[in-house]
């Protein structure tokens, strides 16, 4: 087998302004890059970690170093979903394993996977959690047709109402991040409906939400902190109609196509979605857009610069990845 090579760099993109949800703000997304070589052929992954789910630089980065000597060697995909758990780590080195298989064997990785070529997509565009006038103002100017609006349980109905008032005909996608409380959860599902919502995503914390299953849904409820992987499924059914994937969640494009596919039998609608990051990690996700009912892939417009190669966004879609990005 022709020798590796891993590397692995940590990466800053400034953010545009502030990201703000529930559980604070953020000015710049750090990311954590995984380079693998071999014949001279480079695959690359890009994960976000997050302290939400008890990961750090730090720890990412011991993660996948902790992997070096298996990786060089020539450990591939199917034997990586066993030496590491879900989460940034495995999903950075997941997809370089992706990208540097393609490469090796000249194919795209659409076609590695069998999957159909990808086609654009149209992508939702995120407002960060304000006021309600900030808010507004926020949707006014993305002037997109799929918005998703960041919420925070208090005063989501006021949010809510300014969103829809300033962009009537828009399609609105809300996110709690685990703020809403069973105390406020009916009076936040009427907001919703009032507004004509399409989907709200993750309203209560995880761990926390059994309630859903004994309550109607006059909205769609998505699953975000209360899914990594095919493990979690058993424990939606009734609570949920959709789930999100996230391929830092899942541990990489493997994984995701696997749960995309266990996802589907059990009826659940699909949300494509990502960390702030940039374009590295959203081209892999992008091989799950076509099977999506929504797709969230707009990381890279929320940072003030993107890597070289990016992807390309047009007006509110998103367009395959080239070859010297990713795949």
Not at 14 to 28: L, M, Q
Not at 128 to 139: F, K, Q, V
Request: net charge negative; aromatic share 4%.
């Amino acid at each position: 087998m022709t020798a590796r090579h891993l590397n692995i760099a940590v990466e800053r993109f400034p953010i545009a302004g502030a990201f703000v949800i529930s559980r604070g703000a953020k000015t710049e997304a750090v990311t954590v890059v995984a380079t693998i070589e071999a014949g001279g052929h480079r695959g690359r992954g890009e994960c976000v970690p997050y302290a939400r789910y008890g990961e750090s630089i730090e720890s990412v980065v011991a993660q996948i170093e902790s992997l070096r000597h298996d990786i060089e060697t020539g450990t591939g995909r199917d034997a990586l979903q066993r030496l590491l758990p879900h989460g940034a780590a495995r999903n950075a080195l997941d997809c370089a394993l992706w990208d540097l298989e393609a490469k090796i064997q000249g194919l795209s990785a659409f076609e590695l996977a069998g999957l159909a070529p990808p086609e654009p997509v149209v992508t939702a565009y995120t407002l960060s959690l304000g006021t309600p006038e900030a808010m507004a103002a926020a949707a006014r100017a993305a002037n997109r047709p799929l918005l998703k609006l960041k919420l925070a349980g208090d005063g989501d109905a006021e949010r809510l109402a300014a969103v829809r008032a300033a962009v009537p005909a828009a399609t609105l996608i809300v996110d709690a991040n685990e703020a809403w409380s069973a105390a406020n959860l009916d009076a936040n599902l009427a907001a919703c409906v009032a507004q004509g919502v399409a989907l709200i995503e993750q309203p209560l914390p995880a761990g926390e939400d059994a309630i859903l299953a004994e309550i109607a849904h006059p909205v769609p409820l998505c699953a975000d902190e209360s899914l990594h992987d095919r493990a979690d499924l058993a424990h939606l059914r009734g609570r949920y109609e959709a789930i999100n994937i996230k391929l830092d969640k899942t541990g990489g494009l493997t994984e995701a196509l696997a749960l995309a596919t266990a996802a589907e039998a059990l009826g659940l609608q699909l949300m494509i979605g990502c960390m702030v990051a940039s374009s590295l990690a959203m081209a892999p996700a992008l091989l799950l857009a076509g099977r999506a009912r929504y797709v969230d892939l707009d990381g890279p417009l929320l940072l003030a610069r993107d890597r070289p190669d990016g992807l390309l966004y047009e007006g509110a879609r998103v367009f395959p990845a080239a070859p010297a990005l990713w795949g």
